[in-house]
């Protein structure tokens, strides 16, 4: 088994860190930088940083957040947020990004996951999957798209099926109904996309007891845990967090 890996997650908005609950109620979480180099020293595997209001907003990400943050941690950074097309990919590569992650714009253009796969290479290009329960769908999960804000019509799990396909390396799927509760991530949300794909699925929304990483390994078949509240409000380390999923038979990285 791979090590699991741990991923905190800076969403942006105004040049500061924030948290939400549901995408909406948003509260300020600090300064990126400050939380960046804090998080690699707490041993943090991985680093997304997503600029949540630029699709909503109809904007490019902002790039100086990425060169400020790039600049001051050498763990890999995903950065997601406002890109829509394979030039604006090269300009977050070029500002310091190790891998982009891409939502709206990979639904609204599925052709955009495979020509940024064979341009960058699948393993830097992670596809986020927002969704909220909807019995309509398949699976019972429907995808949503800009923010959360509009219904894509879509089944998440299917659209993640199609995503590897196209080329994706990594499956990001976030379940709004749990996004920011710290009421545990949704694990049968996880566990659906999973088991469709053989790609790493990122644990996402909802993290607030050290025993949701670890069920979000074994009942959601995650490789990598992203969190965001529990450690900007530091009421988790990180090295809290590896040192109980170690406990527990886990593979971490140290």
Not at 26 to 32: M, W, Y
Not at 86 to 101: I, P, R, T
Request: one cysteine or more; glycine letters at 10%.
């Amino acid at each position: 088994m791979e090590s699991i890996r741990i991923m905190p997650c800076l969403d942006m908005k105004n040049g500061r860190v924030v948290k939400g609950v549901h995408f909406v109620d948003i509260k300020d979480a600090g300064d990126p930088v400050e939380n960046a180099v804090f998080y690699q020293e707490e041993g943090a595997d991985e680093l997304a940083m997503l600029d949540i209001a630029a699709t909503v907003e109809n904007r490019k990400t902002r790039l100086e957040w990425i060169k400020n943050v790039s600049s001051v941690i050498n763990i890999p950074l995903t950065v997601g947020g406002g890109i829509a097309s394979l030039e604006d990919m090269e300009f977050v590569f070029k500002a310091g990004a190790n891998k982009v992650s891409v939502n709206s714009a990979a639904v609204n253009n599925p052709e955009l996951i495979r020509l940024a796969a064979k341009a960058f290479g699948s393993a830097n290009i992670t596809v986020a999957i927002d969704a909220r329960r909807n019995k309509e769908m398949p699976s019972s999960f429907e995808l949503v798209i800009s923010g959360g804000a509009k219904p894509a019509g879509k089944d998440a799990v299917e659209w993640a099926k199609q995503c590897q396909a196209l080329g994706a390396g990594i499956i990001l799927p976030t379940s709004m109904d749990g996004d920011g509760t710290q009421a545990g991530y949704d694990l049968a949300f996880t566990r659906a996309i999973s088991d469709v794909v053989t790609l790493p699925v990122v644990a996402s929304g909802g993290a607030g007891k050290l025993e949701h990483f670890y069920e979000a390994v074994r009942q959601g078949g995650a490789q990598i845990l992203l969190a965001a509240s529990v450690f900007h409000y530091r009421i988790f380390r990180i090295g809290q967090v590896k040192e109980y999923l170690r406990e527990r038979g886990l593979t971490v990285r140290l």
